[in-house]
């Protein structure tokens, strides 16, 4: 099989997103893509996937005020393997040098992306590594590489653990030649997927006419940013296939700010306030005429004005919580809570930093979702809830119980006037 994206992660957003636009990519243009997938940890569900080949994605929402729906079929997945387990690693550089391979593809989570001494792949980074290698030493021509991790300029961040990883087993020159070559694309997206749709699957596999154990929902609105050259739309031509993607020389950085403070920032700040109080869904704790009013406080009176406090931004903040509202939306926040404990730094301490900058006080209600957190994670690594127990997956990460330990943890680094004052807030409170 000849691939032409080679494709770390099969989480339901990189289905519902990326595999979605290379489906649309194809109705539109003709353009088929094959990708292969890899497994970017030992536990997955790669080789489930290959094995039906195809799944559907079910998109929900409101355009131009009227509500829609649609039940697409993805067939873009032609390969797979779990490089952890038997020949996978072997599967995996055996793709990497198919002739038609063009594209890079990843999304493992804001924790993904990391270097870590060893002395052989065992990481997205890492995995990535051995797979340039293998092309470079091949002559294969260079790729376009697109993560999609929820991290600050995600592409540079990765080419630069690759780098680190091929001094480490001291690659030679001839790699960091192509290395360099490759285009290593920064990207910001944006697409709320709750994933399996558990109270419709059954009708909609009746529908289908077969089981579709890998359906995965989302909303209709989407939006990719990439920040490069235009060149990535020769290799993809999302333009072509009426899709919502900018390509920007350098304002990436707006959107990602707006997007991760906002969105993803509201998204992260409620989780402990809402499963403390026996909420599980998004919407239900939206719509709760308990903390409503606390969620508009804090994005029009402590995100934005951080961020940027003109009209735009409080437009898109008014339009996230309105998609936060889209009635077909089962966003669970068990879901939305793994790791926990790295999303807090790049979700929530810009506006924590920002807002006590510009106005010398820690954000009122912010603070109050802060507090929840500790009480979260003040446990021994499963938390009883009101609506049952939850494993908190990145307890691990914690580096103690203590105030001063947590706050390290969410938020490594905070400059000692915040840390003292955040530190002695949270005391305060953990002795009521």
């Known amino acids: 099989m000849d691939y032409t994206v080679l494709q770390f992660g099969e989480g339901n957003f990189i289905r519902a997103f990326f595999d979605w636009m290379l489906e649309r990519i194809a109705a539109k243009t003709g353009e088929k893509h094959a990708v292969f997938l890899v497994q970017p940890i030992a536990q997955g569900h790669v080789d489930e996937l290959v094995r039906a080949g195809t799944y ?5 929402g409101f355009r131009n005020g009227n509500y829609e729906e649609s039940l ?3 067939d873009v ?3 797979g393997c779990n490089p952890f387990e038997g020949d996978g690693m072997s599967s995996m550089l055996a793709a990497a040098l198919s002739p038609s391979l063009k594209v890079v593809t990843s999304n493992t989570t804001e924790a993904g992306i990391f270097f870590e001494e060893h002395p052989k792949p065992h990481n997205y980074p890492s995995l990535l590594t051995a797979v340039l290698r293998e092309r470079s030493a091949a002559a294969l021509p260079p790729l376009s590489i697109m993560p999609l991790e929820l991290i600050e300029n995600n592409g540079q961040a990765l080419k630069a653990c690759i780098e680190r990883y091929a001094r480490l087993w001291k690659y030679d020159d001839a790699f960091f030649d192509y290395l360099d070559a490759c285009r290593f694309y920064d990207t910001l997206v944006d697409r709320i997927v709750p994933g399996f749709p558990a109270k419709e699957a059954p ?10 154990p890998f359906i995965t929902s989302g909303e209709l609105f989407h939006l990719f940013v990439i920040q490069g050259g235009r060149e990535i739309l020769d ?14 020389g350098d304002k990436l950085g707006f959107y990602r700010d707006r997007k991760v403070r906002i969105l993803n920032g509201v998204h992260t700040a409620s989780v402990p306030v809402a499963l403390l109080n ?6 239900d704790f939206v719509e709760d005429p308990r903390f409503a009013p606390r969620l508009q406080s804090l994005v029009h009176d402590e995100i934005v004005p951080a961020f940027s406090d003109d009209a735009e931004a409080h437009r898109y903040g008014d339009d996230v919580l309105e998609r936060f509202r889209n009635p077909a939306l089962e966003h669970a926040f068990r879901s939305i809570a793994l790791n926990s404990v790295a999303k807090c730094n790049t979700r929530l301490r810009p506006t924590l930093e920002g807002y006590h900058a510009k106005f010398n006080a820690l954000p009122p209600v912010l603070t109050t979702c802060i507090e929840a957190m500790t009480d979260l994670y003040y446990c021994d690594g499963i938390r009883d809830l009101p609506g049952g127990p939850y494993i908190l997956s990145d307890f691990e990460q914690l580096r103690g119980r203590t105030i001063p330990d947590m706050t390290d943890s969410f938020f490594p680094g905070l400059n000692a006037p915040l840390r003292k004052e955040l530190v002695e807030r949270l005391e305060r409170y953990r002795r009521k």
């Open 56 to 60: 559907s994605v079910l998109l929900r």
């Open 72 to 74: 697409e079929s993805i």
């Open 77 to 79: 997945i032609r390969g």
């Open 203 to 212: 009708e909609l596999c009746r529908k289908l006419g077969k089981e579709d």
């Open 235 to 248: 290799v993809l031509p999302f333009h072509k296939a009426d899709l919502n993607v900018i390509v920007t």
């Open 278 to 283: 026996g909420i599980e869904y998004v919407r």
